[in-house]
């Protein structure tokens, strides 16, 4: 486990999910968030079910393309050793990765955001992303339960991260809103 002031000095970015073991030799498959691929030069990557609880692993190999790869990571033998690594989160240093480009963000800046309507109204905090299929879903935590957040063309109008904000518009009828 790593500590917190090694933690804070890295920087880390999470960058997707080990999704399951791929064959018998320990190879993982992994479902990438960011979907730059910019996370494949890292020598190292951090695998936990958060941010407080990981691990280091020195990465062997990568290959495949697109939102999916399949990885190698030393220590990783066997599909069981993989299999129990199912499902967890992985985490780079933020120097391996390229500066976002205008209009697009790492989840980890993201999360944590004030989200708020465009009259003003605070509809609660960005909790979680996820891909379902077709388009991102934003899990808002408001005072009343979650909002789940479409994230389709003409939603999201304005992130700023300085200020700990985004302003939305959500789809007229949206429930919980």
């Keep these: 486990m790593l500590g917190a002031a090694l933690e804070a000095e890295l920087n880390l970015v999470r960058v997707g999910r080990l999704s399951r073991p791929h064959g018998l030799l320990g190879e993982i498959k992994v479902y990438e968030q960011e979907g730059s691929g910019a996370w494949r030069v890292a020598l190292e990557l951090f695998v936990g079910p958060d941010a407080k609880s990981l691990q280091s692993f020195d990465v062997v190999g ?3 393309s697109g939102r999916f790869a ?5 220590g990783v033998e066997s599909r069981e050793a993989a299999e129990a690594l ?10 391996c990765l390229p500066e976002p480009e205008e209009g697009d963000y790492y989840v980890d800046d993201l999360l944590g955001l004030q989200v708020e309507d465009e009259q003003g109204k605070r509809l609660g905090r960005l909790k979680s992303i996820f ?5 991102e879903v934003y899990e808002v935590a408001g005072p009343n339960g979650s909002i789940l957040l479409p994230v389709t063309p003409g939603v999201v109008l304005e992130v700023d991260l300085d200020g700990g904000c985004m302003v939305v518009a959500p789809p007229v009828g949206l429930p919980g809103i």
Excluded at 70 to 74: A, G, V
Excluded at 89 to 95: G, I, L, M, T
């Design 62 to 64: 990568i290959r495949g």
């Design 86 to 95: 199912k499902g967890q989160a992985f985490w780079v240093p933020r120097d």
């Design 131 to 135: 891909d379902n299929g077709a388009h």
């Design 70 to 74: 399949i990885i190698r990571l030393k």
